[in-house]
């Protein structure tokens, strides 16, 4: 059975937010800050700034910050000035791309980190029905339409309005949808694309040719489908933007679009600000008494199932198999609500039937069955850890609405309270001559004051006899816990 979906924006903050419940639950959360807009689906006129042989690919300038990397592969013929040369094995030649050639080109990866964005020249413009690829010769469904009579219906359509040389895939949400609205819109992205090439023959490169519409329209153009019962806003402007959209794609979807008023925010309504707390946490908790505990890293995300509270069972292999299944589901919801991605490592309790961890494994596929991101998954290996990957496209939730911790860098933890205390000895007794005779003030945060005062009274009186110094030590809450201050007045 489907799960009925809520698609749901708040006007409660500066940015931009989108949540995505599929029967109540957050399964999907979006942001997009004014001065931070996507870059991804932008189409330019870019220009070769370097062709790197062993990337196989250029890096192109397309006015931004950074130059975006292009690899050979996502070239189509057309795209060069002459017909490239073929290597051997009917690999393209390298050479065939040179330094100062304008190309068109589209971002398909926001860049991340030191890198640049990820560029494709196999340009394409997403609408609500379909996908319109103005290089490629192709009709394309959407692997989540299971019927056979409606895929054919689908292709039929296509066949009969699609131009020699033009690509179409139909999306998810073409499914039972009027022949007449996806006519409109191929028509309509056939426009757009007219328009790209005029712009393109005007302007010189770097020059930016088309950008994809506003953050709210992109989202309900991506997550509405036939599953969805409502679409939510707490805003009349956005309101009467989404209006005017579904007038245009999908008149039938009106009826589903609501305004939400009242002293509750509708984010707090349906429970989305504590649903992502929860999402930024290491640890979760199952109903069966087990947790999972989810830890990233730069290359890997670790996923680990432990037993947790566990009640003493006569059967304990049952209610291991419960605590997998639950927990299979919960970090399919986990990964896609994180936006985790690249390996993905799961480590489930252990079982001893090989057909129960094939079963967690098919749970954790099916709660990812609508998940927009591509995965795939190895085999549970020897050591019974299953690895996936998932598709990287934007920045992790963490990365949106975290940063790093300016305390402990990074790392989750800060130096104990034992090895600040020894740092402050050893800086003393560096300093013996200077402060001998001296009053000593030393402020410290207030968990390291606390420390002091239990732990360390002994060791203090000893160093103010041998020192010969009068210590004074006070906390002041606001400092940063691993560090300290010395200051030395005299008498």
Known sequence: ?????????????????????????????????????????????GKVENVVKGLRGAFVNLGLKKNGFLPLAEIPDEAFLEKPAIEQGGIRNISSLQPGQEILCQIVKEPMGDKGSRLTSYVHIPGHYLVY???????????????????????????????????????????????????REYELLEETYTAIQKKMEKTKAPALLYEEEPFVLRMVRDLLTANTEAII???????????????????????????????????????????????????????????????????????????????????????ILQTNLEAASEIARQIRLRDLSGLIIIDFIDMREPKNMERVVEELKLCLENDRAKSDFARISRFGILEMTR??????????????????????????????????????????????GKRVKIVVSQPL???????????????????????????????????????VENY
Not at 274 to 288: C, D, G, N, P, V
Not at 290 to 307: K, W
Request: hydrophobic share 35%.
């Open 1 to 45: 059975m489907q799960s009925r979906t809520k698609i749901i924006f708040s006007s409660y903050y500066e940015d931009f937010r989108c949540a995505l419940l599929e029967d109540d639950r957050l399964v999907e959360f979006y942001m997009e800050r004014p001065d931070v807009k996507s870059e991804v689906g932008r189409i330019y006129k």
């Open 133 to 183: 690829f103005p290089t490629v010769n192709r009709i394309g469904i959407s692997q989540r339409i299971k019927s056979k009579k409606e895929r054919t219906r689908l292709r039929d359509i296509i066949k009969r309005i699609k131009k020699e040389d033009v690509g179409v895939i139909l999306r998810t949400a073409a499914e039972g949808a009027p022949e007449t609205y996806i006519i």
């Open 233 to 319: 806003t707490d805003s009349l402007e956005t309101y009467n933007l989404i209006l005017a959209y579904l007038e245009k794609i999908a008149p039938a979807s009106c009826s589903l679009l609501k305004l939400h008023q009242g002293e509750k925010g509708v984010f707090e309504k349906f429970k989305v600000e504590e649903e992502l707390k929860k999402a930024l946490e290491r640890k979760i908790w199952l109903k069966s008494g087990g947790f999972i505990s989810i830890d990233q890293t730069e290359a890997i995300v670790a996923c680990d199932v432990n037993t947790g509270r566990f009640a003493r069972e006569e059967d304990p292999e049952t209610l």
């Open 391 to 436: 598709e990287k496209i934007r920045p992790t939730l963490f990365h949106s609405l975290l940063e790093e911790c300016p305390v402990c860098g990074g790392l989750g933890r800060i130096p104990a309270r034992y090895e600040i205390a020894v740092k402050i000895k050893k800086k003393l007794l560096a300093q013996a001559d200077e402060i001998k």
């Open 449 to 487: 004051y606390n420390y002091l005062l239990e732990k360390w009274s002994d060791k203090l009186e000893r160093m103010i006899k041998q020192l010969k110094i009068a210590l004074d030590i006070k906390p002041l809450p606001e400092l940063p816990p691993p560090d300290f201050k010395i200051m």
